[in-house]
């Protein structure tokens, strides 16, 4: 069973940056792609951004050049690094995994407020 576990989430006021790890039980490389999700209260979860194993990178329209995700081989995890946070970005932030089963961690809450 593949465990998701993300972490960094919290309170930034707007303009500031935060930075979400996702770590895996298994090699991030081993999956078809890896890639963060978010869920506003009462709205659809939507990719936020996405890494191929080729290491090819997609980001949703609402964030390009503002959020940038990567892998960090030495501790297994993908990272999302987040700038310019703006209060719509507040959601729950989610971890997904697919090889091609799909995998989902617990999410982490990211709220942006004066």
């Known amino acids: 069973q593949v465990q998701l576990v993300e972490s960094g989430g919290g309170l930034v006021q707007p303009g500031g940056s935060l930075r979400l790890s996702c770590a895996a039980s298994r090699s991030i490389f081993s999956f078809t792609d890896m890639g963060w999700y978010r869920q506003a209260p009462g709205k659809e979860r939507d990719l936020v951004a996405i890494?191929?194993?080729?290491?090819?990178?997609n980001y949703a329209d609402s964030v390009q050049g503002r959020f940038f995700i990567s892998r960090d081989s030495a501790k297994n995890t993908v990272d999302l690094q987040m700038n310019n946070l703006k209060p719509e970005d507040t959601a729950v932030y989610l971890c997904n995994a697919n090889d091609p089963i799909t995998y989902w961690g617990q999410g982490t809450q990211v709220t942006v407020s004066s």
């Open positions: 890494i191929t194993s080729g290491g090819t990178t």
